[in-house]
């Protein structure tokens, strides 16, 4: 079949919610991807920041075809022989109590909402909370998770939708402290917004919500489900900052490719929960399990978050010497491997050329590139693509 013969067999089938880019991709290998044609990409959007060990990974395919020859589903019913090592893992690296495992990180954010506002019926035993989230914030498509993120663009569609949302500004304390009443039971942000224009919290910013939800009682939610597992130089970003939410939420490199996200919470607010309060069918069963534990083994014998603070500081300042060389490009911002450059113009023209050039990018918004390679990316790696971005230019 020929690439188009391919597009066109897909858009047949397909209810039309993407505007895809017109290439069909075959297979990977590292940090490059390869279309049917036998063209060759450079990746640096890693299947927009969920390919953190890069394609083709041995040890982590030998250990998914290993688990599809002993048992891939079981339900929750049951437990299995991978379950209790892929949370132990989530919890140790995360600082979490407990773990729930999802499908996806749409879903992990439906069972923090979920799990805020259980806990805080059982504090007082209203159903009147309220939760306090961000402006051009992005937390996910369902009603639930769309409640939740500051952009209308998403919601006016598909309104009503669950109540008890406010929003606030993000960066700026005073908005959410006004947004603060006896109602509030959770605050949610993204540790780094990525949608919406890879903004990272400031210092003052998050340690003045922990301070905020602590003198009020109220639950922070930190939405890692981008910004986190390695991709700010520490398995999660709110490391950074040195604070610890009461719930996070995790998905995208958790499973390096497998549908698997997840929310953990500390032992105070996971007790919240009993059973038949939440479920899933697929959610966390063997196969995606056996993906999540040997990422995490993989993490540290290839020693990635050494690599990722390493070669981030290599792109920032590439990055930066784009900025100082082109009038287009008004700032550099981010952290780690979750970097942005915003320009004066839409960036989607780049986007197409990188394609032409062998380069993958993603855009966050109009006129903002997003780079969020896969963690195992060289420096020799960040050369060729400011090569290749610069003849986009």
């Known amino acids: 079949m020929t690439d188009q013969e391919y597009i066109e067999k897909a858009e047949q089938n397909l209810i039309h919610t993407y505007n895809r880019y017109q290439i069909v991709l075959e297979k990977g290998d590292g940090v490059y991807l390869y279309d049917v044609n036998g063209k060759r990409y450079l990746d640096f959007m890693a299947g927009i920041a969920v390919y953190a060990l890069g394609y083709n990974n041995k040890a982590y395919n030998d250990a998914l075809k290993d688990q599809i020859d002993k048992l891939m589903h079981t339900s929750n019913l049951f ?60 937390h996910g498509r369902s009603l639930g998770s769309l ?28 908005s959410v402290r006004s947004k603060i009443t006896d109602k509030t039971c959770a605050i949610i942000m993204e540790t780094v917004q990525g949608e919406g224009g890879i903004y990272p919290a400031t210092e003052e910013f998050i340690h003045g919500i922990r301070k905020l939800c602590d003198e009020h009682d109220i639950l922070l939610i930190c939405d890692e489900i981008q910004c986190g597992m390695g991709r700010t130089g520490t398995m999660f970003a709110y490391e950074n900052y040195g604070i610890k939410p009461d719930i996070m939420t995790c998905a995208k490199a958790l499973g390096c490719g497998v549908p698997v996200g997840a929310f953990g919470a ?24 056996a993906a999540v534990s040997k990422v995490f083994d993989l993490f540290e014998e290839q020693k990635i978050l050494e690599n990722v603070k390493e070669v981030s500081a290599y792109l920032e300042e590439k990055l930066d010497a784009l900025k100082d060389k082109y009038d287009f490009i008004i700032d550099r911002r981010g952290k780690g491997l979750m970097q942005g450059l915003e320009c004066s113009i839409p960036v989607g023209t780049i986007i197409q050329k ?6 993958i990018l993603v855009n966050a918004g109009t006129n903002i590139i997003r780079f969020v390679p896969p963690l195992t990316i060289t420096k020799s790696h960040v050369d060729e693509m400011i090569t290749l971005i610069e003849k986009c230019f």
């Open 79 to 138: 437990y299995s022989s991978i379950l209790g090592d892929a949370a132990e893992k989530l919890t140790q690296a995360s600082q979490m109590d407990r773990v729930f495992f999802t499908n996806s990180g749409t879903e992990a954010i439906e069972g923090a909402i979920k799990l805020a506002r259980k806990y805080a019926f059982l504090r007082d035993g209203h159903t009147d909370h309220e939760i306090i989230s961000m402006n051009h914030s992005f």
């Open 147 to 174: 409640s939740v993120t500051g952009n209308t663009h998403y919601q006016e569609a598909f309104k009503p939708l669950i109540g008890g949302v406010v929003f606030a500004e993000y960066n700026n304390l005073e």
């Open 266 to 289: 500390t032992k105070e607010v996971a007790k919240a929960f009993v059973p038949g309060d939440h479920g899933t069918t697929y959610g966390g069963n063997p196969f995606v399990l």
């Open 354 to 359: 990188g394609l032409d050039n062998g380069l």
